[in-house]
């Protein structure tokens, strides 16, 4: 037997009998800039603020630009919840804003066997990544806590009310008082599950609908 073969059937007797898995595929981080001053780092369930422009790795064609192609505006999303591919959710953790990132992503973190447009299945891609704004996300801690106005870790009626009044001004809507009622009964109807009149903080973390 070939050296070669009995390399690859040695190999594969050694994941059969012992039952290890292949190691998972992992994005390559390279820092491009990092402010001095760093006030707060991205972590999952936050919403960030980036412009990026993706190559493919065979040939450095670019695929797309944020600052070149569209309306030529950063894009907001949520880290963590699959909003964008993987590699973004893994290698987009731990970042300034201001920070700028080179990611380098296996297929199988991108768009793996099928591609997507104007990129080839089986593409190993490449994003130069800056962050401009890390807010809270909709379901943070932090957010809990601004919402919750008497600090007892749990919402009541009256506090998603508030939310929601000063939310829509500062969306610009005026308060309407009729609606705010009708989308608190809709909420506690989906998010209270104990039915004891407040939505606790793991009812509010673990839950992805109205707030």
Same mark, same amino acid.
């Given at each position: 037997?070939?050296?070669?073969?009995?390399?690859?059937?040695?190999?594969a007797?050694?994941?059969?009998?012992?039952?290890?898995?292949?190691?998972?595929?992992?994005?390559?981080?390279?820092?491009?800039?990092?402010?001095?001053?760093?006030?707060?780092?991205?972590?999952?369930?936050?919403?960030?603020?980036v412009?990026?422009?993706?190559?493919?790795?065979?040939?450095?064609t670019?695929?797309?630009?944020s600052?070149?192609?569209?309306d030529?505006?950063?894009?907001w999303?949520?880290?963590?919840?699959?909003?964008?591919?993987?590699?973004?959710?893994?290698?987009?953790?731990?970042?300034?804003?201001?920070?700028?990132?080179? =990611?380098? @992503?296996?297929?199988? /973190?991108?768009?793996?066997? *099928?591609?997507? &447009?104007k990129? !080839?299945?089986?593409?190993?891609?490449?994003?130069?990544?800056?962050?401009?704004?890390?807010?809270?996300?909709?379901?943070?801690?932090?957010?809990?806590?601004?919402?919750?106005?008497?600090?007892?870790?749990?919402?009541?009626? =009256?506090? @998603?009310?508030?939310? /929601?009044?000063?939310?829509? *001004?500062?969306? &610009?809507?005026? !308060?309407?008082?009729?609606?705010?009622?009708?989308?608190?009964?809709?909420?506690?109807?989906?998010?209270?599950?104990?039915?004891?009149?407040?939505?606790?903080?793991?009812?509010?973390?673990y839950?992805?609908?109205?707030?």
């Open positions: 037997m070939i050296p070669e073969l009995w390399t690859y059937v040695f190999s007797f050694f994941f059969y009998v012992h039952g290890a898995k292949l190691p998972e595929p992992e994005v390559k981080i390279e820092v491009l800039y990092k402010p001095f001053l760093c006030h707060r780092k991205s972590k999952y369930g936050d919403m960030l603020l412009h990026y422009e993706g190559f493919l790795e065979s040939n450095g670019m695929f797309h630009s600052r070149h192609h569209g030529k505006n950063p894009v999303f949520t880290l963590g919840i699959r909003e964008v591919i993987q590699g973004w959710d893994k290698g987009l953790q731990g970042m300034c804003s201001g920070e700028k990132r080179k =990611l380098t @992503v296996p297929p199988a /973190l991108a768009y793996g066997k *099928e591609g997507k &447009g990129i !080839p299945p089986e593409s190993t891609l490449i994003f130069e990544i800056e962050i401009m704004d890390i807010r809270n996300g909709p379901r943070s801690h932090e957010s809990f806590q601004e919402m919750d106005l008497n600090d007892d870790w749990k919402l009541s009626r =009256l506090e @998603v009310k508030e939310y /929601l009044r000063k939310e829509f *001004e500062r969306h &610009g809507y005026p !308060p309407n008082d009729t609606h705010h009622e009708a989308m608190v009964d809709d909420i506690f109807q989906k998010e209270d599950e104990d039915k004891d009149g407040y939505i606790s903080a793991r009812e509010f973390t839950k992805h609908d109205e707030l």
